[in-house]
């Protein structure tokens, strides 16, 4: 007999379910690891295995990272990298990671998410792609498992360096074969393609600098073979673009379609420079886009159009991005980001309403489950997985905001979740982690960052 847990008394529950309903007084029912009932407290029961009292709080759906990179919270605010773009940035990183370690790998996972957990993040992707030394996925993989994240591990790689006319140094740089060899080995060992899931798996070569034509083909058909998903990077920066047609004679669009990276089960990272013909292409195909709008602007990159995307029908979801891009991971704080560059980038034209409070919510819930190609997460709604977050609305950061606390969540600023649940778990408690200690873990993490950074610049 599954157990059940009730969730009671919310100020707000905002469901995203087909209505979009936000209940007053608001309770959900799980048993198990799925979603039973939804609706007031008077109308679900009064007793479960466990209740949690949600008197003055605004419950919803744990929301979904579309785009990280975990292992780069080692190197946060590292200092030659502080003032670069893209390409420069990367080439001052790569000999630093060229030197990490599978505990690195595990430390630097569980750190991340950590973070976006906090920050009312239920489900994740990650998209590792540098695998010196002897690490492999399966360390971000089982660092998931024991912290009890929903976790997409994309097996990102790296073809091309820097004597083949690609970015990255030689010796960061794999075979295409035991790329292939190790991504297909990682799907028969971790993918579940079941509803509810906590594990996927995802093919995910790195990006059009760093790998050739023929790996991102090779890799689009190994996906369809086995059902699984395709991620990468995409239109940047202007570099990016300069790349893609010196290299290819193409735009990053006509690049992804010619090579079968288009359809509801891949999506693209960034896409700032996408244009009309790729939104119209990405809309036709559904073709997803994580929105990363704090690296693009700590990066300087740009500001995708994100409203033209959401007006032409692409799935958009909201990604964190790398930890030494952003250098942060607090979702609902990009979510937040979403909405105000929005704002800035249509200015008087189409004023505030460029993009709400709600859409942004909805982009970091429905959308981003869209882009990861699932329909059993996003939403509270019976029959859907189990993952709900509820926020304290009692803070300083929110005082005077409870005119409209949904909205609040967004505009203003709410540090952590009181509660988080995760496939029916309960994984943060009065606001601290129940799966791991976090301050031992920060610790860990911090002296292991000491460690990269002198491994790489004692070596000059």
């Known amino acids: 007999m599954h157990k059940t847990l009730l969730v009671r008394h919310a100020a707000v529950l905002v469901t995203m379910d087909g209505q979009r309903r936000e209940i007053r007084d608001g309770a959900v029912l799980a048993r198990g690891n799925v979603i039973e009932a939804v609706g007031t407290t008077d109308e679900l029961p009064a007793v479960a295995d466990e209740v949690i009292d949600a008197t ?14 975990m292992y780069q919270s080692l190197t946060r605010a590292v200092g030659a990298a502080q003032d ?31 973070e976006l957990i906090l920050s009312g993040c239920t489900t994740s992707s990650d998209h590792l792609y540098i695998y010196p030394n002897g690490i492999t996925l399966d360390d971000s993989i089982e660092a998931a498992d024991a912290i009890g994240m929903r976790f997409h591990a994309a097996r990102g790689a790296m073809s091309v360096g820097q004597s083949q006319g690609g970015l990255p140094p030689d010796s960061v740089v794999e075979r295409e074969d035991a790329i292939l060899a190790e991504t297909q080995r990682l799907i028969r060992r971790w993918h579940d393609p079941a509803r509810h899931a906590m594990r996927r798996i995802v093919v995910a070569p790195c990006s059009p600098f760093s790998v050739s034509r023929e790996l991102m083909r090779d890799a689009a058909l190994l996906a369809r073979e086995y059902g699984v998903s395709l991620h990468t990077h995409l239109a940047e920066n202007d570099n990016d673009i300069a790349y893609t047609r010196e290299k290819f004679n193409c735009t990053p669009a006509e690049y992804a379609q010619d090579l079968g990276w288009t359809g509801p089960d891949a999506w693209h990272a960034h896409c700032v420079k996408l244009d009309d013909e790729g939104i119209y292409l990405f809309a036709r195909t559904g073709t997803g886009v994580a929105h990363c709008p704090c690296s693009n602007m ?44 929005q704002r800035v980038a249509h200015g008087p034209v189409h004023g505030p309403s460029a993009m709400r409070a709600r859409e942004a ?9 869209r882009v990861l190609n699932r329909d059993d997460i996003g939403a509270l709604a019976p029959g859907m997985s189990a993952d709900i977050v509820c926020w304290p609305t009692d803070s300083v950061g929110m005082a005077g905001g409870l005119h409209d606390p949904v909205a609040a969540l ?32 920060v ?15 004692g070596a000059r």
């Open 443 to 457: 610790e860990r993490h911090n002296r292991l960052a000491r460690e990269l950074a002198e491994a790489a610049y």
């Open 361 to 369: 919510l909805e982009l970091a819930t429905l959308g981003g489950a």
């Open 84 to 114: 670069s773009e893209l390409f420069g940035w990367l080439q001052t990183l790569y000999p630093i990671w060229a030197n990490l370690t599978p505990e690195m790998i595990r430390v630097s996972t569980q750190t991340a998410m950590s």
């Open 298 to 341: 700590r990066l300087a990159s740009g500001i995708a159009p994100i409203r033209k995307m959401i007006d032409a029908g692409v799935p958009v979801g909201i990604g964190v991005d790398g930890s030494a891009s952003n250098d942060g991971a607090h979702m609902l704080g990009e979510a937040r980001m979403a909405m105000l560059l």
């Open 410 to 441: 967004v505009f203003c600023n709410v540090p952590r979740v009181k509660h988080s649940i995760i496939n029916g778990r309960v994984v943060v408690r009065d606001g601290e982690l129940t799966t791991l200690e976090l301050p031992v873990l």
């Open 56 to 69: 003055g709080m605004v419950v919803m759906p744990g929301m979904v990272n579309t785009h990280h990179h």
